[in-house]
C-alpha cells in the first residue's frame, strides 16, 4: 500500500524554510520530503543510493549517515546546496532480526546504534549550532511505536531508537533557550515496504503470522500519517512544542 500526494496540501507557511532529511527516498521519508515541498520548503534528502524514488522538487545526495565521515560530507553539502538549514528530519533507520537478542552479532549492534542513534547525533552536532546562532530551527528525531514493547529480535534497533529518544529530550532542553525546538515522532506499524519486509522477517523468525491484530482506529497507518505530524512539529503552528514524543500508531501502543 503507498500514500497519494495531496495536491490540495499546499500552505506556503514553510516558505523560505530550508530542510534536510534523511532516508528521503522511500516510505515515510518520501512522504516527509513531499509534504515539506508542497509546505514552500526548499528540501535537501539523503540516501546511501539513488534506489528510492526521489521526489521531484527536492535536491539529492548520497551519503551514508552511519559514519562521522558521512555525517561531515552530508552538512557540507547542506552548507553548499542549501547555505544552511531551518529543519532536519532524522529519518535514516532499520535493522535486521535475529532469533535471539544474545545471538545479536557486536558489529550489528554498533550498526544499529551508528544507523538509528550516532547518526542524529553526529548530524545534531554539525547543524544545530548553526540553528542556535540563527536564534530558529526544528529538528525531528524518528523513533519507533515499539520502544515500550522490546523483544529480542530486533532489541539492537529497539534499544538504539529509546537513546534516541532520551537524547531528544536532552537536546530539546539545551537548545530551548536558543529558539531550536526538539521532537521526537515515534510512528506506529505504517504500510511501506521497509515495514512489510520487517514484518515478514519477524513472521518467519518468531513462527508466527506477525503481527495479527488491528490498531484501534481500524486501519495501518499510511506515510503521510506520520509525514503530517512532522509538518505539524516543524511548523510555527507547534512555535510552543519542544520536548515531545509524537506518537503516531492508531491507539496501538499507548504511552
Do not use: C
Request: hydrophobic share 40%; proline share 5%.
Amino acid at each position: 500500500m503507498s500514500t497519494a500526494h495531496n495536491e490540495n496540501s499546499a500552505t506556503g507557511e514553510l516558505t523560505g524554510k530550508r530542510a534536510l532529511v534523511t532516508g528521503g527516498t522511500k516510505g515515510i521519508g518520501a512522504a516527509v520530503v513531499r509534504q515539506l515541498l508542497d509546505a514552500g520548503a526548499e528540501v535537501l534528502t539523503t540516501a546511501r543510493s539513488a534506489s528510492g524514488t526521489v521526489p521531484e522538487g527536492a535536491r539529492f545526495v548520497a551519503a551514508d549517515v552511519r559514519t562521522r565521515a558521512g555525517a561531515e560530507a552530508l552538512a557540507e553539502a547542506v552548507a553548499d546546496t542549501l547555505g544552511g538549514v531551518d529543519i532536519v528530519v532524522h529519518n535514516a533507520g532499520g535493522a535486521g532480526p535475529h532469533r535471539s537478542a544474545l545471538a545479536i552479532p557486536d558489529e550489528e549492534w554498533q550498526d544499529a546504534l551508528d544507523l538509528n542513534y550516532l547518526s542524529a547525533v553526529r548530524l545534531d552536532a554539525l547543524l544545530a549550532p548553526g540553528m542556535r546562532d540563527r536564534r530558529a530551527g526544528a529538528i525531528v528525531h524518528v523513533s519507533s511505536a515499539v520502544v515500550p514493547v522490546p523483544g529480542p529480535l530486533f532489541l539492537h534497533y529497539t534499544a538504539a531508537k529509546a537513546a534516541l529518544e532520551n537524547y531528544s529530550r536532552g537536546l530539546a532542553t539545551e537548545l530551548a533557550p536558543a529558539g531550536v525546538r526538539v521532537n521526537t515522532v515515534t510512528p506506529g506499524r505504517t504500510a511501506t515496504p521497509g515495514g512489510e519486509e520487517t514484518r515478514r522477517q519477524w513472521a518467519a523468525l518468531s513462527d508466527t503470522t506477525g503481527a495479527t491484530s488491528t490498531p484501534p482506529l481500524g486501519r495501518e497507518g499510511l506515510p503521510d500519517d506520520i509525514a503530517y505530524a512532522v509538518l505539524y512539529l516543524v511548523s510555527d503552528r507547534a512555535s510552543w512544542v519542544t520536548g515531545t514524543n509524537l506518537v503516531v500508531d492508531g491507539g496501538e501502543f499507548p504511552r
